[in-house]
Every structure is written in structure tokens, then in C-alpha cells.
Nanobody, 121 residues
Framework: QVRLVESGGGLVQPGGSLRLSCAAS????????MGWYRQAPGKQRELVSA???????NYADSVKGRFTISRDNAKNTVYLQMNSLKPEDTAVYYC???????????????WGKGTLVTVSL
């Protein structure tokens, strides 16, 4: 089993920044992909960004140029730096890890509980 602990969500004004962190513990040797998904009210969960153990990354078109994913393999932690936030970025953000690449919702093996990001005046 892998346990994921997310942190860094909160309320931010449009144009602001937040940094999400997700620390994995347990059977971390089974992890290849580490990523962030989000789910807004009334919408399906979608991939935001992911990174594999080799450093390859994947971004949703809606966040390219604004969000940056990074990974510290020694700490089994993945980060999501979110800049130039927009109201449409408001969602619950979930950390997820898995063996498969490229990342997909069904291909992720473990999920965090989620952290709420609200972008509003």
C-alpha cells in the first residue's frame, strides 16, 4: 500500500499562486507516475499534470505555461506550482501515483484525499 498526504490548497485571488505538495509513504518502490488531477463541481475528474520516474512530464492544455510539476524522488514527494491562477482552476486537487505511463485516471493505483483550491476575489 501507498499512503499519500497532500498539502498546500487554499483560497487565492485570480492571478495569484499556490504550491501543492504530496508526500508518498509505504511501498513507494512501486511508483512510476506521480500526478495531480482535479475535479470541479459538476465536472468529471481530469488530469492536470503528471511526472514519471524518468522526469517526463504531461500537462493539460489548460494549465500549460502556468503550472509546473516537479518531483523529489529522495523524498517521494511531488509538487505542483500553480501560477496565474484563474477562477476556472477552482477544484479539489487530488494527488495520485501509479506504475503506468502515460498517466490516466484508471491507471493510477493510489489516490490522496484531495485538497481544495479556490480562486476567487
Amino acid at each position: 500500500q501507498v499512503r499519500l498526504v497532500e498539502s498546500g490548497g487554499g483560497l487565492v485571488q485570480p492571478g495569484g499562486s499556490l504550491r501543492l505538495s504530496c508526500a508518498a509513504s509505504g511501498r513507494t518502490f512501486s511508483i512510476n507516475a506521480m500526478g495531480w488531477y482535479r475535479q470541479a463541481p459538476g465536472k468529471q475528474r481530469e488530469l492536470v499534470s503528471a511526472v514519471n520516474s524518468g522526469g517526463s512530464t504531461n500537462y493539460a492544455d489548460s494549465v500549460k505555461g502556468r503550472f509546473t510539476i516537479s518531483r523529489d524522488n529522495a523524498k517521494n514527494t511531488v509538487y505542483l506550482q500553480m501560477n496565474s491562477l484563474k477562477p476556472e482552476d477552482t477544484a479539489v486537487y487530488y494527488c495520485a501515483v501509479g506504475l503506468n505511463w502515460p498517466p490516466s485516471i484508471t491507471g493510477m493505483d493510489y489516490w490522496g484525499k484531495g485538497t481544495l483550491v479556490t480562486v476567487s476575489l
